[in-house]
């Protein structure tokens, strides 16, 4: 993984379920210099195949950290902004004034963030779907997927902090 002195937003899963779905947003975590942070338990091991298949032979680069549980990671990052990203939220990701010091919090793919974990964090924010379900009232699209949405968003802050050629 290359390195910069530049700080840079983090992205944290909680309770990931999918391992093809982490092993992704490893890569992507990768792509754009991020670190990924796991917040335990997840659904699968870490030996899991399809984790490793989806993080190509990328996975081995990533910088990424495992956490026991929200309490033990929030303490840990006790003056960084969690922004919780959930698709029950009015407040677009256009609307964020990103900081370098972010953590980009993304829930389970079944459940997503519970009520508990967001009010604990101190801003939520979600992506704008003009074919999503609220907007279209017969076929609408529920949700993105977790690896989709969280690249939304790591490009999104990324341009927004200026963050792509550094």
Not at 105 to 130: H, S, V
Request: hydrophobic residues 35%.
């Amino acid at each position: 993984m290359k390195t910069s002195l530049i700080q840079r937003p983090r992205v944290a899963l909680f309770e990931p379920r999918i391992p093809q779905n982490t092993g992704t947003i490893g890569r992507s975590c990768l792509a754009f210099n991020l670190a990924l942070d796991i917040i335990k338990p997840t659904g699968f091991s870490f030996e899991d195949k399809y984790l490793k298949r989806a993080g190509l032979d990328y996975w081995k680069d990533v910088d990424v950290h495992l956490y026991e549980s929200f309490d033990e990671y929030k303490k840990c990052f006790n003056t960084s902004r969690i922004i919780a990203l959930t698709k029950k939220s009015e407040n677009s990701i256009e609307n964020i004034i990103y900081k370098n010091t972010d953590i980009l919090l993304f829930g389970r793919e079944d459940t997503g963030l519970p009520d508990y974990i967001k009010n604990k964090c101190d801003l939520i924010a979600g992506i704008e779907m003009p074919g999503g379900e609220s907007q279209i009232k017969l076929g609408g699209v529920r949700s993105l997927n977790l690896s989709v949405a969280c690249g939304i968003v790591c490009y999104s802050a990324c341009v927004k902090l200026n963050l792509l050629n550094k």
